[in-house]
């Protein structure tokens, strides 16, 4: 597939068009970043300026080409004057998946547009960009966007607990997903042409579930799922919360050095790439790490030692090597993915090299970098995402405490080997494994 250029990108259906935003589009933005619903729902900075509104559509044609985020003017037929906005993260390329978002103006909400703007993505990502996956992510104080997001065919997967600032307090977010082979068998079936089926009470906004703000909704839906609610197909979701307390997280100019007598968790060296090379070669670590190069090579392994040194200075990711205290050999390796610390969450992800594995080498890292997360960075929320077919990445989660939230369907892998990821947490007010 052949990425367009931003200016080329236009999609309609005779209802409404999207198209790239213009510098003359920046005074309607910034008017509609200040609603207060928009403000609230799509997490907007305050006092959202017209000269921000500019940069980022200055901004927006680098976005799409660097970075796959495709953020689109939504107008109306017959105007050329915005009357919303609609955007696609692709949050990785391998595999191609992406988060939807959208936000109305106010006095265009309740017609729908929304619906046919998503639905016009939702068929160009798959039948055009060729994406596996396409997710939404909702406040789920947000029913209007839920009941939307299910009216077009995503399916509720996981819900995620204190995940987003909502006011003063915190709230949990619910995630929906629609994957390529869904959408195929619903057009091999007549499904129609991905308009919301029933009729829906008003327009609401959602944020897409990988961290930037921007708004979202979703496409068709079998009749049943109109019918059944949040709690019949997420019944997590009977407990929900928005009453979460808030955080300010405080994050250190560099990582601490981590230890526990047994392991010490420190930056990585040169010396440790014939062991990186070794345990990033290995048959485990090639499967649940799909990112990892094959061949993994000396020259691999020195690049990461060079980008890993400076992740936590350029994106507050920190990358620890997982050494024994006495000889200082690498066991394996653990990251705290804290470029979310704006909303107060985290990733914590790890592997052990197979020299050291069965030893509870994983559980006594994650345990150190939660402790830290949560009682020093004073984060609300650490998480670990786990391939559902591997029983000790999932058995570490589960023995920490974390609570198992729901799925992220078919988000990662390698090519013939595509799995689900279970989602854990672990929040501040969770008991503790320390």
């Known amino acids: 597939m052949t990425q367009p250029a931003y200016a080329d990108v236009r999609l309609g259906d005779g209802r409404v068009t999207l198209r790239p935003w213009r510098a003359d589009d920046a005074p309607l933005m910034a008017a509609a970043c200040a609603d207060p619903e928009i403000a609230l729902f799509c997490m907007m900075p305050a006092g959202y300026t017209v000269e921000l509104a500019r940069e980022f559509i200055a901004d927006a044609p680098r976005a799409w080409a660097q970075d796959g985020w495709l953020h689109l003017a939504l107008t109306a037929a017959g105007s050329e004057q915005p009357a919303g906005a609609v955007g696609a993260l692709m949050a990785q390329r391998r595999p191609a998946t992406a988060d939807l978002g959208y936000w109305i103006m106010p006095d265009h909400r309740g017609r729908g547009l929304a619906g046919a703007g998503v639905a016009l993505v939702t068929r160009w990502a798959f039948e055009t960009l060729d994406l596996r996956r396409l997710a939404i992510g909702t406040m789920v104080a947000n029913e209007p966007s839920r009941r939307l997001a299910r ?6 997967e996981a819900l995620l607990r204190s995940f987003r600032p909502y006011g003063e307090q915190r709230t949990d977010c619910v995630v929906y997903s629609l994957l390529d082979e869904e959408w195929q068998a619903r057009q091999a079936a007549g499904g129609g042409d991905g308009q919301p089926q029933g009729r829906l009470a008003g327009e609401a906004l959602a944020t897409p579930n990988e961290a930037l703000p921007v708004p979202g909704e979703a496409l068709a839906a079998p009749a049943e799922a109109l019918l059944a609610s949040d709690e019949e197909l997420l019944p997590a979701f009977a407990a929900a919360r928005t009453d979460y307390p808030a955080v300010r997280p405080s994050l ?8 526990d007598g047994a392991i010490v968790l420190r930056p990585y060296s040169d010396a440790d790439v ?3 090379v070794r345990a990033c070669s290995d048959p485990e670590a090639q499967r649940w790490l799909f990112m990892l190069p094959t061949p993994y090579t000396d020259s691999d392994g020195r690049e990461f030692v060079a980008l890993a040194a400076t992740a936590w200075e350029q994106r507050h990711v920190a990358e620890y090597c997982i050494a024994d205290a006495a000889s200082g050999r690498l ?13 107060g969450v985290a990733e914590i992800g790890y592997h052990v090299a197979p020299w050291a594995r069965r030893r509870g080498i994983a559980t006594a890292a994650a345990r150190l970098v939660a402790h830290w997360a949560l009682e020093v960075l004073d984060l609300a929320r650490v998480q670990i995402l786990a391939d559902t077919r591997n029983a000790g990445s999932c058995a570490v989660a589960t023995g920490l405490g974390f609570t198992r939230e729901g799925l992220r369907r078919r988000d990662h892998g390698r090519e013939g080997d595509m799995g689900d990821h279970a989602v854990f947490s ?4 969770d008991p503790h494994p320390w």
Do not use: C, N, Q, V
């Open 151 to 156: 009216s077009l065919g995503y399916r509720p």
């Open 252 to 259: 250190p100019p560099a990582p601490p050095l981590l230890g």
């Open 274 to 276: 014939p062991d990186m």
């Open 331 to 343: 066991l394996g390796g653990i990251t705290l993915r804290a470029d979310e610390a704006w909303a």
């Open 426 to 429: 672990l929040l501040a007010g």
